[in-house]
Each structure stands twice: as structure tokens, then as C-alpha cells.
């Protein structure tokens, strides 16, 4: 998959912006302004939401599938891929060398080092090629860690409103993953009990009366500025409840990309939502796999868990 884009000269945080989500993604610069990613169904979503975002930014942006005929080998892209993460692992391989030994940092050191098990983790999903440097980055963090992961903030959580048992009909793109999933859960157990759920291509909008989209392109509920869908429907809804919270920022740094939350438990969800994604292709069985999962998720952090 190709990413041709264009950015306006200003304003210089909202290129930085960009390039960031594109180092998020693990899309690698083939020249300027044209990245590339391995063709799956996850880069042609992330590659779509850059495109969207960098057009409502003021520039140009287009998503296509390529084979290159002449000029650069299959063989070639994927040296840059590994060079790429190879790099990553061995910064992150000094930075765990830097971590001090138990008793010399304290609560600081704790959470440098859930920082950095969280970002070996990013690393490892983005290489797709099997760069060498992950070895060597995991035998770092292994002699690195000493210390448990700090223990999140805690607080007791406002009391939820009530929602209308609706009984609409949700529509969404197929083959659902993180943010979908996890808002059809928050759909059906917080907003509209009776909800059912209907799945089209990405690029078919029609709705009947009774329907309303969500994490698609122009949906009624999508992604709002730098929020992920479910981050919006928990804001529109006024949603309060603090496991919501927690559960949003997972979604988020695990959709977008980010690292906006940095939370330590976002790596484990990542891999168990992967899991549910290649364990089953038909996309009500994600959902229901994947509500049990956040059903558990959601009481362990308002046990207050956080």
C-alpha cells in the first residue's frame, strides 16, 4: 500500500503531526512524501485516516495498491522495513541499558521501564520482516526487568446515566478490529441495549431511516479530532464512568497510533483483540469475542484496577 501525500508549508506542528502517525504506523519513505506499508486490511484502514486527516488539514493525500515493475525489488522494500526496525530496537535496547538497578530510581524507574516493555511491544507488531535487532532488544529488557509495572491512578467513578433502549440498527465498515469492536460493545451495553449491527464496504454509505453509522468516512459517530470512535461516542453520550475512561485510552493509543496515553496494559489488549481478529473472520463472532474480553476488562477497572 502507497501513501502519496502533499502537506500544506504550515502550520510546521501539523506536519510534525503527520510524520509521527507515519512513524506510528511503521510506514517507511520510499521518497518523498510517498510511504509504504505491507498490503493488509490493517495499513489500508491507517493509510485512510491519515488521508483524511491530512486532506481536513489543508492537503493532499491519495491511498493506492502498487507493484513495482521497475526501480525498487520486493527484496528491497522489505531491507528498508528491517533497517527501519532494527534501528528502533537498538535505541530501544540503550534506553534500557540507561535504566537504573533496583533501589537507584524508585517509581521513576518503574515507569520507565512499563515504558519501555510497552514500546518493544509497538516495535514487534510493525515487523512484519523479522528485523534481526529484536533479539538483542528483548535481551535488554529482560535483564531490565526488576521492578513491577506502577500501578495506574485511582479514584471512585461518577454514577452512569441512563440510555434509551433505542433498538437501532448500527451500521459499520467489516471486518471490524479494535475501535469497532470496542464500541459496538459500548453501544449495546451502554447506549442502546437492543442494538443490532450491520457491516458494509467501506465505501458503501446508504443508510434506511432507522440506522446510524459509526467509524466509517462522514459517519454520525466517528473519529473527532485526535479522538478514536470510541472516545467520541463516550463524549456525545456523556459517558462517565471511569472504567470507560481507562478503556477508551486503550483504544485509542492502540487505533491512532500515537502513544497519546502510554498506557502499559494497551500492548496486552492489542495482542488479544489480534487474536480474536485471526481466530474468527465472520464479524459478529469479533464482536461477541471481543465483549467478553471487555466485559472482564471493564469490571477489573472499576473494581479499581487503574
Known sequence: MLLIHQLPPKPDYFRVKIWRRLQ?????AIK???YVLPHTEQASEDFQWLRR?????????????????????????EALFRAQRDAEYAELARAAAEVPREGGGGRESSGEIARLEHRLAEIAALDHFGA??????????????????????????????????????????SGVHVDRIASAWLIHRFIDPKARFRFVDAKDARTARDEVRF?????EYTHEGDRCTFETLVAR?????????????????????????????????????AGIVRRHASDDARLERGAAVLDDLYEAFEAGWR
Do not use: Y
Open 132 to 173: 534481526g535487532g529484536r533479539r538483542a532488544a528483548e535481551a535488554a529488557l529482560t535483564r531490565m526487568r526488576e521492578r513491577s509495572k506502577p500501578a495506574r491512578r485511582s479514584g471512585t467513578s461518577p454514577a452512569r446515566g441512563t440510555r434509551p433502549a433505542h433498538g437501532r440498527t448500527w451500521v459499520t465498515r
Open 32 to 34: 518523498n512524501s510517498v
Open 24 to 28: 506510528r504506523i511503521g510506514a517507511v
Open 237 to 273: 453520550f456523556g459517558l462517565t464512568d471511569a472504567g470507560l475512561v481507562v478503556i477508551g485510552e486503550l483504544v485509542h493509543d492502540i487505533d491512532c497510533k500515537d502513544g497519546k496515553f502510554g498506557r502499559s496494559e494497551a500492548a496486552g489488549l492489542e495482542r488479544m483483540i
Open 53 to 77: 486527516e491530512i486532506v481536513a488539514g489543508g492537503g493532499e493525500a491519495s491511498v493506492c495498491q502498487a507493484a513495482f515493475v521497475d526501480g525498487l525489488s520486493d527484496g528491497q522494500i
Open 215 to 219: 467509524d466509517m468516512f462522514e459517519a
